[in-house]
């Protein structure tokens, strides 16, 4: 009888993306970075490095092992590092050859360099306090003065406070505008002190006092001018 010997074929898997994408921006300073893979890989042995570009030096080792490092068996490895990343900074990402075996025994090349997968995070937010002001007669929707001055790029813009009965909204840009014209009243309130709260992709937050000066206007004024009228001597009571 014939005997036949099946040949296991070795393959090796390789990197399909990755999140962050190579060369992405504005990421988030908590991010979990995930691996896919083109096939479904084993944690094995060795470390991944999470360096920063500026200087070469590396700010997390974390070992492929470690509890921080998930999906072994399935073509998506998430890491979640411990560090937290610092604002507008760039880091790459080396990963040992002995990391990761498909299931059929070839290792993934891994990564030596820093430009294989790198990324930078987004930049720090702020904001300061700011004044604007508002004719007491403004209609809805008018807009409260330009949009606020903030530095960094804000996801998110809330009214945390003073915003006396929404007489005021914001807009995810931060432009303030009139809510509600019945609650401004020059003789009643004649400012208010908006609490603003900008955020970023991580949650990061920054607040300041947006005060807003309520302008008078003239509201139903009385108002008489010179004028010339005529009778005749004899007019009657």
């Known amino acids: 009888?014939?005997?036949?010997?099946?040949?296991?074929?070795?393959?090796?898997?390789t990197l399909s993306s990755?999140?962050?994408?190579?060369?992405?921006?504005?990421?988030s300073t908590s991010a979990n970075i995930v691996l896919n893979f083109n096939e479904a890989v084993d944690a094995e042995s060795g470390n991944i490095y999470i360096k920063k570009t500026s200087d070469n030096s590396t700010v997390e080792t974390i070992s492929v092992t470690d509890a921080k490092v998930s999906g072994s068996g399935s073509t998506a490895i998430t890491i979640n590092p411990t560090t937290v990343f610092d604002d507008s900074t760039?880091?790459?990402?080396?990963?040992?050859?002995?990391?990761?075996?498909?299931s059929s025994g070839g290792s993934y090349a891994g990564i030596s360099n820093s430009t294989t997968l790198n990324f930078t995070t987004v930049g720090a937010i702020a904001i300061s306090d700011q004044t604007r002001s508002i004719a007491e007669n403004s209609a809805n929707a008018t807009n409260v003065g330009e949009v606020l001055v903030t530095t960094g790029s804000p996801t998110g813009f809330s009214i945390t406070s003073g915003n006396?009965?929404?007489?005021?909204?914001?807009?995810?840009t931060g432009q303030i505008t009139v809510a509600d014209v019945g609650e401004l009243d020059f003789e009643t309130t004649p400012s208010y002190t908006l609490a603003v709260?900008?955020?970023?992709?991580?949650?990061?937050?920054?607040?300041?006092?947006?005060?807003?000066?309520?302008?008078?206007?003239?509201?139903?004024?009385?108002?008489?001018s010179d004028q010339t009228r005529s009778i005749a001597e004899n007019s009657a009571n």
């Open 90 to 102: 760039g880091y790459y990402i080396n990963i040992d050859a002995s990391a990761f075996d498909s």
């Open 18 to 27: 990755s999140s962050p994408a190579d060369g992405a921006t504005n990421i």
């Open 1 to 13: 009888s014939a005997t036949f010997t099946a040949a296991l074929i070795v393959t090796t898997p």
């Open 164 to 172: 006396t009965n929404t007489a005021f909204a914001i807009s995810s």
């Open 197 to 224: 709260q900008i955020t970023k992709a991580d949650t990061t937050s920054q607040s300041a006092n947006i005060t807003i000066n309520v302008t008078n206007v003239n509201e139903g004024a009385i108002a008489i």
